[in-house]
């Protein structure tokens, strides 16, 4: 089977690795007075490394040994006209591209850190503006102040970013707690999607390379996002602001579906005993009204997804990931279970509930 050619094809989770950046990003955009701290290329005996506060980040213009690369794209991807060259060769027509500073931009200084993530979210505005059909760039806002992340949320609003991803692990308190309730009072003002990435690391795995730690961590971080799905739900955050999307990236589906099931039903034991917030609707109301989440190659969780929601599932490649489906992707899709759910179901996750969410003709 071969999907139709005029089946277009949005993925909603791709990346923008540290080592695909501009070498001078941050060297030519911080202020002055955070440039001496702030992350810069040097030359070491191993070639250019990205480094910052005596630590390597990084290698600068090619992936880390040891971790999946079958594809080596250099630059590429960081470049708005080849990262399009590599689309048109995957049969993609836009990309939602996460920005890779979750984990790695993780100073002590909060201030370097919102200083770096600002000059990051002017340089993804511009880089999306090659092509703002084609390329959305993720903003990334601070996830240790809520007030930064709200300040941030709003001017990366007016820059016309389509979307922000904030690390949920960042701050003292986690994002669904009452510290951030104005960050999501902003984000009901400006009405562009907020994204959380997989993670975060499991608590007793270490992800190490060259050993079984490594794909054991692998293999289960996605579910980490759960605390964070039913915090979001119960909490009352999105039920008090209908106008919030919230996308779970790289978060997978088989596991979806449980969660659902299983927060219905203590909604429902508990109701009568909760005394701070009581939800006035099923958590799998608020799911389906307000919560999106996105996969890659996955089998039974694909199966799955007339539990989940047809409307709330996004397709992703993956890119540049030496596991994504790049460049066969359109190959991918149609050998997966996905082609077996039916023509509508495969137009809703491949293009139509990314365009509805990010507002793409």
């Given at each position: 089977m071969s999907l139709p050619d005029d089946q277009r094809l949005i993925s909603a989770d791709d990346h923008m690795d540290v080592h695909v950046l501009p070498p001078d990003l941050w060297q030519s955009r911080v202020p002055a007075a955070f440039r001496d701290r702030a992350p810069k290329v040097v030359e070491t005996d191993d070639g250019p490394w990205w480094e910052v506060e005596g630590r390597r980040l990084s290698p600068s213009g090619r992936k880390e040994s040891g971790y999946l690369g079958a594809n080596q794209h250099g630059f590429r991807p960081g470049q708005p006209a080849t990262r399009l060259e590599d689309m048109d060769r995957d049969g993609v027509h836009a990309q939602v591209i996460y920005s890779p500073l979750t984990t790695q931009?993780?100073?002590?200084?909060?201030?370097?850190?919102?200083?770096?993530?600002?000059?990051?979210?002017?340089?993804?505005?511009?880089?999306?503006?090659?092509?703002?059909?084609?390329?959305?760039?993720?903003?990334?806002?601070?996830?240790?102040?809520?007030?930064a992340a709200r300040d941030e949320l709003l001017r990366v609003a007016k820059l016309g970013h389509r979307g922000a991803i904030i690390g949920q692990e960042e701050g003292d308190e986690?994002?669904?707690?009452?510290?951030?309730?104005?960050?999501?009072?902003?984000?009901?003002?400006?009405?562009?999607?907020?994204?959380?990435?997989?993670?975060p690391a499991p608590k007793n795995l270490p992800m190490k390379l060259g050993s079984w730690t490594m794909p054991a961590f692998v293999a289960i971080i996605p579910m980490q996002l759960d605390e964070l799905l039913v915090g979001m739900v119960f909490s009352g955050i999105l039920e008090q602001r209908p106008d919030v999307k919230f996308v779970l990236g790289e978060g997978g589906l088989g596991w979806i579906p449980y969660v659902i099931e299983?927060?219905?039903?203590?909604?429902e034991k508990y109701y009568d005993k909760v005394k701070d917030h009581r939800l006035e609707m099923k958590p799998s109301e608020i799911f389906a009204r307000q919560i999106y989440v996105t996969y890659e190659d996955e089998g039974v969780g694909v199966r799955l997804i007339p539990e989940i929601g047809v409307d709330n599932v996004m397709w992703?490649?993956?890119?540049?990931?030496?596991?994504?489906?790049?460049?066969?992707?359109?190959?991918?899709?149609?050998?997966?279970?996905?082609?077996?759910?039916?023509?509508e179901t495969l137009r809703k996750v491949t293009c139509d509930n990314a365009a509805r969410v990010y507002g793409l003709g």
């Open positions: 931009l993780r100073f002590q200084d909060g201030d370097l850190r919102a200083a770096c993530l600002v000059a990051y979210n002017d340089w993804a505005a511009e880089f999306n503006s090659a092509d703002r059909d084609r390329l959305l760039c993720l903003a990334h806002v601070p996830g240790h102040d809520p007030a986690p994002l669904f707690m009452d510290a951030w309730k104005p960050f999501w009072d902003a984000a009901q003002e400006v009405q562009i999607p907020i994204h959380a990435h997989l993670g299983r927060m219905d039903h203590e909604h992703a490649s993956d890119y540049p990931h030496g596991d994504s489906t790049w460049p066969h992707s359109r190959k991918a899709l149609a050998e997966s279970p996905l082609a077996a759910l039916g023509e």
